[in-house]
């Protein structure tokens, strides 16, 4: 076999491999004898039909298609190792000439795009400082006493208030007419606590027991159903309840319903309230840091991404999705159904961010090569059985599951960026 590969534009090439000799008459055997299995014809059982009978009974092109499509992965196989080319999605092949000697396979091949790196080293990025404030710890500490409350009905000419809860019959209308989904009886709802469309529950404020009461909204422009984004509508509501939150006193007693090992007291309570906090903003600077770390450097990149890549991507996150959905125990068409949306337009939705994960990668991978860096079979190994103790898996399940070559390339990324978090000014 004879290859030779021509680079053109957006990561795409041609890969023209010539098959003759004894690979091409092997391929043709090959071709002929799995027609001749398929084959039915009068007066012969199947697949005792001589040659002849059946290379009579195919066009010679079909024939060659056959062959050609015997002899591809070898002839792809022996392509890619001989221009050393790195395929991101499969090829389409088109048969460009074949006779009775040799063909000529082109194999249309979607190929890693070369990256130019930008600035990546000593950028001016810092990570935000951690504070966790008195009114921070407070604010958690009342979250448990509002997790104890109980709800205490108001007298009939009590008003209610942001933060009371009012127990609700209502129904939406748009231009007069009631609409799929927008009425409710007896609903419980806390005032000021954001469920309802914005501007609802602020209307609220001020009714009493047995009033009804009108309630003007517009939906947000990217409310789910569509027919009713940017709509206005008129709830009618009326109140059959106002209760006010009474929260319990804050105590050791209090402390101790909540079963946390080691925190018994109110005092041993705002302490890990205040080291769950700090772990946790630093969890976020981490965060907040490494995306702006990364938004950087990839915006001081230049690299065309082919299509291709980014709707491999696109199906990685629908997948994550569906996987999301089946927790929360939904089907993915479900979801689609209740929020009134397409497969099409979530993945249309997804592909901007996967753009973002494809270029991420590809940027790491670039600055991989250019500072020479590697991860160890002992990294390998190492991760492999930090895996095994996530999981509760075998380390040798884990690896007929993942290579070690996929490992290595995933901890050497890692690695870049800590390179370039080091870096940093």
């Not at 499509?69 to 991101?88: F, Q, T, Y």
């Not at 104890?148 to 209502?170: K, P, S, T």
């Not at 299509?307 to 199906?315: Q, R, W």
């Given at each position: 076999?004879?290859?030779?590969?021509?680079?053109?534009?957006?990561?795409?090439?041609?890969?023209?491999?010539?098959?003759?000799?004894?690979?091409?008459?092997?391929?043709?055997?090959?071709?002929?004898?799995?027609?001749?299995?398929?084959?039915?014809?009068?007066?012969?059982?199947?697949?005792?039909?001589?040659?002849?009978?059946?290379?009579?009974?195919?066009?010679?092109?079909?024939?060659?298609?056959?062959?050609?499509?015997?002899?591809?992965?070898?002839a792809l196989s022996e392509g890619i190792k001989e221009h050393n080319i790195e395929l991101v999605?499969?090829?389409?092949?088109?048969?460009?000439?074949?006779?009775?000697?040799?063909?000529?396979?082109?194999?249309?091949?979607?190929?890693?795009?070369?990256?130019?790196?930008?600035?990546?080293?000593?950028?001016?990025?810092?990570?935000?400082?951690?504070?966790?404030?008195?009114?921070?710890?407070?604010?958690?500490?009342?979250?448990?006493?509002?997790?104890?409350?109980?709800?205490?009905?108001?007298?009939?000419?009590?008003?209610?208030?942001?933060?009371?809860?009012?127990?609700?019959?209502?129904?939406?209308?748009?231009?007069?007419?009631?609409?799929?989904?927008?009425?409710?009886?007896?609903?419980?709802?806390?005032?000021?606590?954001?469920?309802?469309?914005?501007?609802?529950?602020?209307?609220?404020?001020?009714?009493?027991?047995?009033?009804?009461?009108?309630?003007?909204?517009?939906?947000?422009?990217?409310?789910?159903?569509?027919?009713?984004?940017?709509?206005?509508?008129?709830?009618?509501?009326?109140?059959?309840?106002?209760?006010?939150?009474?929260?319990?006193?804050?105590?050791?007693?209090?402390?101790?319903?909540?079963?946390?090992?080691?925190?018994?007291?109110?005092?041993?309570?705002?302490?890990?309230?205040?080291?769950?906090?700090?772990?946790?903003?630093?969890?976020?600077?981490?965060?907040?840091?490494?995306?702006?770390?990364?938004?950087?450097?990839?915006?001081?990149?230049?690299?065309?991404?082919?299509?291709?890549?980014?709707?491999?991507?696109?199906?990685?996150?629908?997948?994550?999705?569906?996987?999301?959905?089946?927790?929360?125990?939904?089907?993915?068409?479900?979801?689609?159904?209740?929020?009134?949306?397409?497969?099409?337009?979530?993945?249309?939705?997804?592909?901007?961010?996967?753009?973002?994960?494809?270029?991420?990668?590809?940027?790491?991978?670039?600055?991989?090569?250019?500072?020479?860096i590697e991860a160890s079979d002992e990294d390998v190994e190492k991760e492999f059985t930090t895996?095994?103790?996530?999981?509760?898996?075998?380390?040798?399940?884990?690896?007929?599951?993942?290579?070690?070559?996929?490992?290595?390339?995933?901890?050497?990324?890692?690695?870049?960026?800590?390179?370039?978090?080091?870096?940093?000014?």
């Amino acid at each position: 076999m004879t290859s030779t590969w021509t680079l053109k534009e957006n990561s795409t090439g041609e890969l023209e491999v010539t098959v003759e000799g004894e690979a091409w008459k092997k391929a043709q055997k090959k071709a002929l004898k799995y027609a001749k299995s398929h084959m039915s014809l009068k007066g012969f059982r199947q697949g005792q039909i001589p040659d002849a009978l059946v290379k009579k009974q195919l066009s010679s092109k079909a024939l060659y298609d056959m062959a050609s499509e015997e002899v591809a992965n070898e002839a792809l196989s022996e392509g890619i190792k001989e221009h050393n080319i790195e395929l991101v999605a499969r090829p389409t092949l088109d048969v460009k000439e074949a006779d009775d000697e040799k063909a000529v396979l082109v194999f249309t091949c979607t190929v890693l795009p070369e990256v130019t790196l930008g600035e990546y080293k000593g950028l001016d990025i810092k990570k935000a400082d951690v504070e966790v404030t008195e009114e921070d710890v407070e604010n958690e500490v009342k979250r448990v006493q509002d997790r104890y409350a109980d709800w205490v009905v108001r007298e009939d000419d009590d008003a209610a208030q942001l933060g009371d809860q009012v127990v609700i019959d209502f129904v939406g209308t748009k231009d007069g007419v009631a609409f799929e989904g927008g009425s409710g009886e007896n609903y419980p709802l806390e005032l000021g606590s954001g469920s309802f469309i914005p501007g609802f529950e602020e209307q609220l404020v001020g009714v009493k027991k047995g009033e009804e009461k009108n309630v003007e909204v517009t939906f947000p422009e990217n409310y789910q159903a569509a027919e009713l984004a940017g709509q206005p509508a008129t709830f009618h509501c009326t109140v059959h309840e106002v209760k006010y939150k009474d929260l319990p006193e804050l105590n050791d007693e209090l402390i101790k319903k909540l079963k946390i090992e080691n925190v018994e007291t109110v005092d041993a309570y705002k302490e890990k309230v205040k080291t769950d906090l700090t772990a946790q903003k630093e969890r976020e600077a981490e965060e907040n840091f490494t995306n702006e770390l990364l938004g950087k450097v990839c915006d001081n990149a230049n690299v065309e991404i082919p299509a291709a890549m980014i709707d491999a991507e696109v199906d990685r996150m629908y997948r994550e999705f569906e996987g999301r959905m089946q927790q929360s125990g939904f089907t993915a068409k479900q979801f689609l159904e209740a929020t009134h949306q397409t497969e099409e337009a979530i993945r249309a939705q997804m592909s901007p961010e996967a753009a973002a994960r494809v270029k991420t990668q590809l940027v790491l991978e670039a600055i991989v090569k250019a500072e020479s860096i590697e991860a160890s079979d002992e990294d390998v190994e190492k991760e492999f059985t930090t895996m095994s103790e996530m999981y509760n898996m075998e380390v040798e399940k884990i690896k007929s599951l993942i290579s070690p070559e996929s490992i290595k390339a995933d901890l050497a990324n890692q690695k870049a960026l800590d390179f370039i978090k080091t870096s940093v000014k």
